[in-house]
């Protein structure tokens, strides 16, 4: 079955604009969450969704926003975007959230603010 | 204050030799722990998932370990090839934070020829 799928792959934005990455979760996979991927500070969380609600959020500013949609697709929007967003941003995708449940990456998308 | 700790941030070995990954993480009380493998500019696969209740997983020439007392866990790899090297992440689960995942930096691993 197809796996995680995220687009796009690479992102160039200038700063102050706005960005809105997708997640295509796997087939039957109710849970997304969201993560960022830098250099220095390895993976941090930023939110997880499901059933189309937030169900937990990591310490990022506001301008950081996600949805879910019916079809468990995700979206993530960063707005007024700064130099230091730029990063691999990565999505998992969750059957569900029992207690020890396996998460499967996407590719991820590469972002580049200049 | 939950964290990942991975040891040695980066390891070169030739082919053939077996080698061992550390990650210790602080407050045994976890979920799970999951080693992922990511290879440059890629996403991460999924190696190996222990839950709280299991000592090892294996999966071919891959062995993970999980001592919850001593808050570690070991990803040995036996007869390491080439297609090996990658960067090698684990990342922790527990109760407090609501199941989200807790990171290592990650050990950056070349399998020379």
């Known amino acids: 079955k197809a796996g995680v799928t995220q687009t796009p792959r690479y992102l160039i934005k200038t700063r102050g604009q706005q960005v809105t990455l997708s997640c295509s979760p796997i087939s039957g996979h109710r849970s997304v969450s969201w993560y960022q991927q830098t250099p220095g500070q390895g993976l941090q969380f930023l939110f997880e969704y499901f059933s189309e609600t937030q169900r937990n959020k990591g310490n990022f500013p506001g301008r950081f926003s996600g949805r879910q949609f019916s079809n468990s697709r995700s979206e993530m929007n960063v707005s007024t975007l700064e130099l230091g967003d730029s990063a691999l941003y990565l999505c998992?995708?969750?059957?569900?959230?029992?207690?020890?449940?396996?998460?499967?990456f996407g590719q991820g998308t590469r972002l580049t603010v200049v | 204050k939950q964290e990942v700790t991975q040891i040695p941030a980066a390891l070169s070995v030739p082919e053939g030799e077996n080698l061992v990954l550390n990650c210790s993480f602080t407050d045994s009380a976890i979920y799970n722990l999951q080693w992922f493998r990511q290879d440059p500019g890629k996403g991460l696969t999924s190696l190996l998932l222990?839950?709280?209740s299991q000592r090892e997983q294996t999966s071919g020439r891959l062995n993970a370990s999980l001592d919850k007392s001593s808050g570690r866990s070991t990803l040995y790899i036996a007869a390491s090839q080439p297609g090996d090297s990658a960067t090698y992440l684990c990342?922790?689960?527990?109760?407090?934070?609501?199941?989200?995942?807790?990171w290592g930096l990650g050990t950056s691993l070349a399998v020379n020829p």
């Open positions: 222990i839950q709280s």
């Open positions: 990342a922790v689960s527990w109760a407090g934070n609501n199941r989200k995942l807790i």
């Open positions: 998992a995708s969750s059957r569900d959230r029992g207690l020890g449940t396996e998460a499967f």
